[in-house]
């Protein structure tokens, strides 16, 4: 049984390009979230999605990043024209469903370096 | 709005040590609260959690009580070991979602042998 899955684990972007980063939550989970994690902070959240929809957003920059949920496929978030402040580690986690208590699983990160 | 307090790391140990990590909260209402570790190059995995006052969550030797009285769910272990090298990080949320979490900045522990 996969746990969550994340990729790319390391990314490089030159300032200006786009970058993708992807999440396959658990089989059977339908929600997924993203954080971000800056150096030698804590992890802040950044999104909430189900299946094609977009539950709260109130962690995300209001320009630049956006994130989709597809019917098929991973989740995705996306940073357009990267600036060297959008350099972190964005993690992904999956629950199966809401309710007080459930534990969130968590993807090993993808660590975005902007050059 | 909500928070989580974590005493600042570096923490270092020697094996076998005795680890208290001091974790409080603020909340207007009554959230689960959580220790997750984090190793070095992976994810966060969970820990730990306790989903009301006074209950007592434990996993590998760690332990932290929900204390309402105080805010606080401070992580213990009675001894440990170099393996336990890690980033811990406490939480909280409310029922709404399970992966919306509000985290402490992290508390890093280093055990030498």
């Known amino acids: 049984n996969a746990g969550v899955m994340q990729n790319p684990r390391h990314l490089v972007r030159r300032r200006g390009q786009e970058a993708r980063l992807r999440c396959s939550p658990m089989k059977g989970h339908s929600h997924v979230y993203w954080y971000r994690q800056l150096p030698e902070e804590g992890l802040k959240f950044m999104v909430y999605l189900q299946k094609e929809n977009i539950i709260d957003e109130s962690g995300m920059p209001k320009e630049r990043f956006s994130a989709e949920f597809p019917k098929e496929g991973p989740s995705i978030l996306r940073i357009q024209q990267v600036v060297r402040g959008d350099s972190a580690a964005y993690f992904c986690?999956?629950?199966?469903?809401?309710?007080?208590?459930?534990?969130?699983?968590f993807g090993q990160g993808t660590r975005l370096t902007v050059v | 709005g909500d928070s989580v307090t974590q005493m600042e790391g570096p923490v270092t140990l020697s094996e076998e040590a005795f680890l208290t990590i001091n974790c409080t909260y603020t909340?207007?209402?009554?959230?689960?609260l959580f220790w997750y570790v984090q190793y070095p190059g992976e994810g966060l995995q969970l820990l730990l959690k306790a989903t009301k006052a006074d209950d007592k969550g434990s996993n590998k030797g760690f332990e932290a009580t929900y204390r309402k009285e105080t805010t606080s769910f401070h992580l213990e272990k009675g001894s440990v070991q170099v393996s336990d090298s890690a980033v811990y990080f406490c939480?909280?949320?409310?029922?709404?979602?399970?992966?919306?979490?509000?985290f402490g900045k992290g508390t890093k522990l280093s055990v030498k042998p």
């Open positions: 909340a207007t209402g009554y959230p689960s």
């Open positions: 986690a999956s629950s199966p469903a809401t309710g007080k208590g459930g534990e969130a699983f």
């Open positions: 939480a909280l949320n409310y029922g709404g979602s399970q992966g919306n979490l509000i």
